[in-house]
């Protein structure tokens, strides 16, 4: 009989804050790792989140959770990064970024010193801006260093559509690309809900989508962040749980399409700039780019995307 290869889904997560532990979190009960390394500035930090996730392993498959360093990072399949300051209230994506560069450099850096060949997945904000600074610090080849990028505002988006149109939001396909920030853009051209585009939907839900209505669902996947932080101070399960349907497309080699960011080397005429398009997502980082044809609005809005991380970029050095 042939032999099983061994299990070894192990993921590091750099920063144990409210993202890091909510993606930790997220991950036993979605049983996406065998091993989680926590590490954390604060190393007591890390070890009281993994002693309290240890007592939810009687409910759960077995999944090996400790506190630890860099070194722990050496046989990873995925590094995952949420340390950094976060968004405070009225405080933008981009304000963070000459902070947390620094931050990401002494990461990336300490986990080089480690891991040969890893791949990163960045969350931090500004997680386009990071997600470029992690492939130049790094020297990694661009498919191995992943940024979050627009998963979590293309989740929101399907749920406001689901929502609206009374139906299961995995039936709505439907994609934000560009920057995760404010100059993120919705491709509206492209919904898809159970294999019809979204006008030839309306007749189906009976609800039509004016629009005002197109508007006011930009305007709240755009604002999500900030609504979210003026009355609770922090997200964390979005996004927790769009990090386990990222690391899951990687450790479990599942060619997932997903928004996330990347390098873009010439796709709609854009080079030397990490944002998110559809990617396919498996064991070796980022696949082919799905090059959607977009309306000419699209286009225009996704090159000014572009420019506006290039010009934090700039402003910081990369
Ligand atoms: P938090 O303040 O709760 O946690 C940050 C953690 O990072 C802390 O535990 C801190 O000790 C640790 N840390 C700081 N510097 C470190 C270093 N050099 N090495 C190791 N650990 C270090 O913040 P949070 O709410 O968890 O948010 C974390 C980041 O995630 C923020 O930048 C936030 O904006 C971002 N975020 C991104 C998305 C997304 O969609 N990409 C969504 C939500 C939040």
Known sequence: MLSQPADTRKIAI???????????????LEGAAREIV???????????????????????SPVNIEPGGYESCADADLVVVTAGAA?????????????????MKEIVSGVMEHAVNPIFLIVTNPVDVLTHVAFKESGLPP??????????????FRFLLSDHCGVDPRNVHAHIVGEHGDSE????????????????????????????FREKVVKQVRGAAYEIISRKGATYFGIGMSMVR??????EDEHSVLTVSGLLEGEYGLKDVCMSLPRVV???????????????????????????????????GY
């Open 14 to 28: 750099i920063g144990t804050g409210m993202v890091g532990t909510a993606f930790a979190y997220a991950a036993v």
């Open 38 to 60: 926590l590490v954390d500035r604060t190393f007591e930090k890390a070890e009281g989140e993994a002693m309290d996730l240890n007592h939810a392993m009687p409910f759960c």
């Open 87 to 103: 968004q405070k209230e009225g405080e933008t994506r981009l304000d963070l970024a000459g902070k947390n560069a620094k931050i």
């Open 143 to 156: 498919s191995r260093v992943i940024g979050s990028g627009t998963v979590l505002d293309s989740a929101r």
């Open 185 to 212: 853009v919705p491709l509206w051209s492209r919904v898809n809900i159970g294999g019809v585009l979204l006008d030839e939907f309306c007749p189906v839900c009976g609800r039509s989508c004016s629009a005002s």
């Open 246 to 251: 990222i690391a899951k497309a990687v450790l």
């Open 282 to 316: 498996n064991r070796a980082g980022i696949g082919s780019t799905i090059h959607a044809d977009l309306s000419d609005d699209e286009r225009d809005a996704l090159v000014e995307s572009g420019s506006v991380i290039r010009e934090t970029l700039e402003s910081i």
